[in-house]
């Protein structure tokens, strides 16, 4: 099956620091990418539709300048949380969906994301 | 936009019994619904999805079936086993636009040994 790579897995951060995360799919193509982000015991949350070669699609309540969102190529996505502060503190999972392939999205492994 | 109902929030099942997950979606032009197994601390897995020109799919112990004209779908595990314990997510999306997922609030499925 199609496979989805996110790099770093985990990370700690002091408050004020960017953080930036990578999604890979490493056997397709993905022109849609999707980042989302989940509290413990909560569902999964989309934060924006990254298209590949334009800009990001943000949902309602989601700041853009602050979750910086990079399509450059049909394999790489990266999100960037700037000036990261604790309530940002969270589980970051991305997704693609194969180029051709109606509906179907696989899920990277996630990145948990501690701010201090 | 589209919302996705879940229920139950939580549920315990007796080992070797069936387990049923209800999900209702709001959007009529939502005609992809798959259903995601999370364990603690790992990515979603696809499990088995459905589209909208099919009532009933099975996989294995695995079945979802679909009533458009309700606007509910639901996940039957049958002969559950303890490695069936995990969150459970449906979703729905449309073919239209970027085709996102909205999911469901998830179901914790515990098996009872």
């Known amino acids: 099956g199609a496979v989805v790579s996110q790099h770093p897995s985990w990370v700690i951060c002091k408050s004020g620091t960017s953080v930036k995360i990578e999604c890979r799919s490493l056997?397709?193509?993905?022109?849609?990418m999707f980042w989302y982000r989940q509290f413990p015991k909560q569902s999964l949350m989309l934060m924006a539709t990254s298209n590949e070669g334009s800009k990001a699609t943000y949902e309602q309540g989601v700041e853009k300048d602050k979750f910086l969102i990079n399509h450059a190529s049909l394999t790489l996505s990266t999100l960037t949380v700037t000036s990261a502060h604790p309530e940002d503190s969270s589980f970051y999972i991305c997704?693609?969906?194969?180029?051709?392939?109606?509906?179907?999205?696989?899920f990277g492994p996630g990145t948990r994301l501690l701010v201090l | 936009g589209e919302n996705v109902e879940q229920h139950p929030s939580t549920l315990s099942v007796q080992e070797g019994d069936s387990a049923v997950i209800k999900c209702t979606y709001s959007?009529?032009?939502?005609?992809?619904f798959p259903w995601y197994k999370q364990e603690l601390g790992k990515r979603p897995q696809l499990i088995i999805d459905i589209r909208s020109n099919v009532g009933e799919k099975k996989d294995q112990r695995i079945a979802v079936t679909l009533n458009k004209t309700a606007k509910h779908f639901s996940l039957h595990i049958t002969e559950t086993q303890p490695e069936d314990s995990a969150v459970y997510f449906c979703a729905a999306s449309s073919n239209f636009g970027n085709e996102k997922l909205t999911f469901g609030t998830g179901t914790r499925l515990t098996i009872i040994p």
């Open positions: 997704s693609a969906r194969e180029q051709g392939v109606p509906g179907t999205q696989y």
């Open positions: 959007d009529s032009a939502s005609n992809y």
């Open positions: 056997d397709f193509q993905a022109t849609t």
